[in-house]
């Protein structure tokens, strides 16, 4: 069983920056897959990053490559989105996700609550 908390949404300026990190708490956290989904105003939820079981191998939506870094310290039960020249497109409720199986976009088990990202224009 596997518990998700995520944090480090706010308000920023475009082309600013914000970290999000999520707190996993589980008897098998190293060798969960986890990912960041995210959903802005009126759209469907849709992936955003994810990361191995050891952090080796990462995928990126489209959208998102080159900004956005996925990373994880699994000494800390923690997966980490740093995010990078932000647009006001990016403005969503992020959510992070883990999942016992090998996944990359979609099949993940277990979720957090969401943390809101605003981006100004």
């Known amino acids: 069983q596997v518990q998700l908390v995520e944090s480090g949404g706010g308000l920023v300026q475009a082309g600013g920056s914000l970290r999000l990190s999520c707190v996993a708490s589980?008897?098998?956290?190293?060798?969960?897959?986890l990912g960041w989904f995210r959903q802005g105003p009126g759209k469907e939820r849709e992936f955003v990053a994810t990361i191995g079981w050891s952090g080796g191998i990462t995928v990126y939506a489209d959208s998102v490559k080159g900004r956005f870094t996925i990373s994880r310290d699994n000494g800390k039960n923690t997966v980490y989105l740093q995010m990078n020249s932000l647009k006001p497109e990016d403005t969503a409720v992020y959510y992070c996700a883990a999942s016992s199986r090998i996944v990359v976009k979609s099949g993940y088990d277990y979720w957090g609550q969401g943390t809101q990202v605003t981006v100004s224009s």
């Open positions: 589980g008897r098998t956290f190293s060798r969960n897959v």
